[in-house]
């Protein structure tokens, strides 16, 4: 991108699709920034909590090397005016975006979060830590994003394309992205361990929800939220960065495998009859990791230690679908459990399980 007199010369490709003009072009994100324009009229409004999510993302991967976005998608509504090398913004002018604007706003945020952290480290007087964030801003600014411009649409032409947009494009199946993505540290841990484990469970690959009729005991979907709850006592939706305290990766896998193979030790022979028994519902899976995460911290003992504890459900619980511990989410008339997987059916699925455990624990001791 090129400035001539305040006039910008976007470098690229123009091409003709679906009979409208469309530019192909990648420029700098600081060049972005100075000609972008968000038309409430057309798109949605921020939201605060997915920008924050991005923007953590971004902060993560630029310290620890790249990060990739899809094209971010605008409408120039014929400013910009063709010439052989592609197009020419005339001074004042603008391109509105039509996809792309929370990356858009995350992309800005972090450079003025790590500003932010930047002056507070030359005023401590870490300097070199300074530095370093400095060259991460360099690096967001001079961050390459690709666009596509379309040039000449009516208005409603752009709120029928923002629509499409977001309502028919499909985001990779999560299933595939657990069994793809480099970049979740949860998930290469549940790949790695589901490795370790193939020849001992059945493991859904691809799949993220798992049938009653299915064979396999449960998912690399499931499994990584398992860690999560297992290591944060997180059960809702996790982004960014894993958080394992001081543990080594060795001890990681140690205590992940740990977990899951107590299921074959605890569940009951037919665990993945879901007819019968719960063994191979999400919800039941997750609050066993959440329980071995609160007897970890509650009673402060080694993973390892709680998750001994939870054989004591062997013999305290049946795992059919009527046991007393599944009270809360047992339906009568279906004469099985329902809702388990929601966030409060897991804490007082966990509840019960570490109320269980603690009785024994407390018996043993007397």
């Not at 409060?344 to 399980?353: G, S």
Request: aromatic content about 8%; hydrophobic content about 35%.
């Amino acid at each position: 991108m090129i400035y001539q007199e305040m006039k910008v010369t976007i470098t690229g490709e123009s091409f003709t699709q679906f009979g409208k003009r469309i530019l192909i072009s990648q420029i700098q994100f600081s060049t972005l920034e100075a000609i972008f324009e968000v038309d409430e009229a057309v798109q949605r409004k921020l939201d605060l909590h997915r920008r924050a999510e991005i923007r953590e993302f971004i902060i993560d991967s630029v310290s620890e090397g790249d990060f990739y976005f899809s094209p971010f998608i605008f409408s120039s509504r014929g400013a910009i005016h063709e010439v052989p090398e592609g197009g020419e913004l005339p001074p004042g002018s603008k391109i509105y975006i039509l996809d792309g604007q929370h990356r858009t706003y995350a992309l800005i945020s972090a450079i003025s979060h790590l500003r932010a952290r930047k002056e507070t480290e030359e005023e401590m007087g870490h300097f070199s830590e300074a530095k370093k964030l400095q060259s991460q801003i360099d690096k967001l600014k001079a961050y390459p994003v690709t666009i596509q411009i379309y040039l000449n649409l009516e208005t409603n032409e752009e709120r029928q394309l923002f629509n499409d947009i977001n309502t028919k494009r499909k985001e990779p199946h999560v299933g595939l992205v657990m069994k793809y993505d480099q970049r979740d540290e949860y998930a290469e841990l549940t790949r790695v361990i589901a490795s370790q484990l193939e020849s001992k469970m059945e493991i859904e690959a691809t799949l993220s929800r798992i049938t009653v009729n299915s064979t396999a005991l449960t998912s690399l979907t499931i499994m990584r939220r398992c860690l999560i709850a297992l290591f944060e006592g997180k059960i809702t939706a996790k982004t960014g960065k894993a958080q394992l305290g001081e543990l080594k990766k060795d001890e990681i896998l140690t205590i992940a495998r740990t977990f899951f193979e107590a299921w074959l030790k605890i569940f009951p022979k037919k665990m993945t009859n879901r007819k019968t028994f719960t063994s191979g519902y999400s919800g039941i899976q997750i609050a066993l990791a959440q329980t071995v995460q609160q007897l970890h911290r509650h009673h402060e003992i080694p993973f390892e230690e709680a998750i001994d504890h939870t054989l004591r459900l062997k013999m305290d619980c049946t795992w059919k679908h009527d046991d007393e511990l599944f009270a809360h989410i047992y339906d009568p008339v279906k004469k099985r459990v329902k809702n388990h997987s929601t966030t409060n059916a897991i804490q007082k699925t966990a509840l019960q399980f570490k109320r269980k455990i603690e009785g024994g624990i407390l018996h043993d001791t007397k």
